[in-house]
């Protein structure tokens, strides 16, 4: 297992339009973490899963932002609608239990 | 809620210089405290943490960190700094006993090493 992977690495988008990234987490791991980090700052958490349920989301978390974890494995993480203000890196990690986050590459989303 | 302050933004040591990075917390409770080190462009690696027990914790890379109850501190110290430890730390502190997973982070301190 190589880690927590990311991808798109990087996205450039119009304002407006929709966009989608994917988190794989560490195969044994059952939880699941959305941040984002903007340039200067710490990361905010967004959201968190444990296996497919979302416990946790962040007042961050506006209505046009959606995230998932389909079977527990794989999650998504949708903007529409995208705002300059969304520009940002989108971090995920992943745990088991109550172990050490580990954290991918992140995705880092810029819309002109 | 819960809180972290990094009061310094930038500092630079020279290699071989000992290092203290300083982080202060705010919460009423037993804190979870951690210590992340990010390089550009990629995520975050733990470093240490504290969750209980002695309050002197021993990481990675020759890191450590003292939690200071009294002072509501967590500062990541090293004897002896490596280039290689150029990067950004970030402290976070966890409220996980109210069974919240969320991770408050500070806003970093970035570290450079002159030789």
């Known amino acids: 297992d190589t880690g927590v992977s990311q991808n798109p690495r990087h996205k450039i988008t119009k304002r407006g339009q929709n966009v989608t990234f994917r988190c794989d987490p560490i195969?044994?791991?059952?939880?699941l973490y959305w941040y984002r980090q903007t340039l200067g700052q710490g990361p905010e958490f967004l959201t968190y899963f444990q296996n497919e349920a979302q416990l946790e989301k962040s007042r961050l978390l506006s209505d046009r932002f959606s995230a998932e974890r389909p079977k527990g494995s794989f999650s998504t993480l949708e903007i529409q609608r995208t705002e300059q203000g969304d520009s940002a890196m989108y971090l995920c990690?992943?745990?088991?239990?109550?172990?050490?986050?580990?954290f991918g590459q992140g995705t880092r989303l810029t819309v002109v | 809620a819960q809180s972290v302050t990094q009061p310094d933004i930038h500092i630079t040591v020279s290699e071989g210089a000992s290092l203290e990075l300083r982080c202060n917390y705010s919460y009423g409770a037993t804190p979870y405290l951690f210590w992340y080190v990010q390089s550009p462009g990629q995520g975050l690696q733990l470093l240490l943490k504290y969750f209980s027990g002695d309050t002197l914790v021993q990481g990675i890379k020759g890191f450590e960190a003292e939690f200071k109850r009294s002072q509501s501190s967590f500062n990541l110290r090293k004897p002896s700094v490596h280039w290689s430890d150029a990067a950004e730390y970030f402290c976070?502190?966890?409220?996980?006993?109210?069974?919240?997973?969320?991770?408050?982070f500070g806003s970093g301190t970035r570290l450079q090493v002159q030789p």
């Open positions: 990690a992943s745990s088991w239990d109550r172990g050490e986050a580990f």
């Open positions: 195969s044994e791991h059952n939880r």
């Open positions: 976070a502190v966890g409220a996980w006993d109210t069974g919240r997973r969320a991770l408050t």
